[in-house]
């Protein structure tokens, strides 16, 4: 009975779907997140009949007869559409308008990327994400700057008291990847390179391939709440039609074994 087995793989991959759908309804107000989109492919056939096969009367038969055994998951990628720009007015809050990610440090070394511009200063005026972590490359404000001015190509400035022009701390840079779908999520809104996505390629916003710096701005999460709830009801039905079947085929062998009695 190949039906309880096959429809048993059909339950499997829409119980991932659902969690794909459930992670992307999850971090629907999480800035800078990118969805995930589960995708499957069709499992090995069991030939019965080759295309092409000569019948018993020596012509060449039209079509064949192949069973599929199923479903498995291939991949749930990364869809890195840009996300809505909502405004904060926040000084310190950066949104990237276009390609590219922010490069963040962490204490062992190794540099990290996100979307997330949710920045802050720590005791020594250093510009940090929420986790502590150091914005590269580095940014230091004074301590007497009385407001910081970060213009769309990336660069940094602040009034400082006493002053009446402002003074200029430097600029940020973005990094972009060939292949972003390729990057691994490593949570708290922090990706890593892989293999797949290519390496790391540095440049200022603004630049032929890379986006622009907006100031007072956040990067919302590109999650389509009707999309995904569309998405939750075409699993769920998928799920229930294969439960459906492996009753089918239970119900088939009860017949099947009632015939002996």
Do not use: C, W
């Not at 069709?42 to 007869?65: K, N």
């Not at 069973?67 to 498995?72: A, E, I, K, N, S």
């Not at 890195?80 to 405004?87: I, N, R």
């Amino acid at each position: 009975m190949r039906a309880l087995f096959t429809a048993a793989t059909g339950m499997e991959a829409q119980q991932v779907r659902i969690d794909t759908v459930a992670d992307n309804l999850a971090n629907v107000t999480t800035s800078g997140f990118k969805k995930g989109r589960a995708e499957f492919q069709d499992l090995f056939y069991e030939i019965l009949r080759a295309p092409g096969a000569t019948a018993a009367d020596g012509t060449s038969l039209p079509t064949g007869a192949q069973v599929g055994h199923g479903v498995r998951l291939g991949a749930i990628g990364k869809l890195y559409g840009q996300g809505q720009l909502l405004s904060t007015g926040r000084d310190l809050d950066l949104a990237v308008d276009g390609e590219g990610f922010f490069q963040i440090q962490r204490p062992g070394g190794e540099t990290f990327f996100t979307r997330d511009g949710t920045f802050q200063l720590d005791r020594d005026g250093n510009l940090v994400n929420s986790q502590g972590f150091p914005l590269v490359p580095n940014i230091q404000v004074p301590i007497e700057a009385l407001s910081i001015t970060i213009l769309d190509d990336g660069t940094v400035s602040a009034l400082v008291a006493g002053s009446t022009q402002p003074t200029q701390l430097g600029r940020l840079e973005l990094t972009r990847f060939a292949n972003p779908a390729g990057l691994v999520a490593m949570g708290n809104n922090l990706v890593t390179p892989s293999e797949a996505s290519g390496d790391p390629e540095a440049g200022a916003p603004g630049e032929i391939g890379f986006g622009r710096i907006s100031q007072g701005f956040l990067e919302s999460s590109n999650v389509n709440i009707a999309e995904e709830l569309v998405q939750m009801i075409l699993a769920q039905r998928a799920f229930e039609v294969n439960s459906r079947v492996i009753q089918a085929g239970d119900q088939m062998l009860q017949i099947a074994t009632s015939l002996q009695r």
